[in-house]
């Protein structure tokens, strides 16, 4: 049986779509324990707007789970690989705007590879080069 057609692989993809509801609900009732995953510096004076924005940033972390588990449970094999793998972008993004502060990068980038790989494996992109052209299995 090829790789990408394992329902391990599948189901490992619903459990990561779970640790973007939990970063996302965190955000929305926790704004300051989220805020500590960023590392950033979050004034006295601007609380009211930062506590906004980690809603924001709760609301879209809570959007892409579902968005996973909607291609896992109701969608094809490649919708899910391509969510997953725009996840990890959204991880790395992340990432990228706490590396300009100078820290907090790596508690985003420590785990975008796994969203990127576990995307590429349902693609097939480890079955090999005509399965992943293709599409066919």
Known sequence: MPLSQSSIIRMMATALATLFVGFG???I???DGALAIFELPAPPADRVL???LMAVYGIRNVFIGFAIYASSFL???RSLGWTLIAASAVAFG???ICWTHGHGQWGHWQYAPMFT???SM???VFDGPWAFLTGQK
């Open 25 to 27: 609900i965190n955000a």
């Open 29 to 31: 009732f926790n704004p």
């Open 50 to 52: 930062v506590d906004s």
């Open 75 to 77: 969608g094809t094999a």
């Open 94 to 96: 992340d990432g990228a």
């Open 117 to 119: 790989l576990l995307g």
């Open 122 to 124: 349902i693609l097939g």
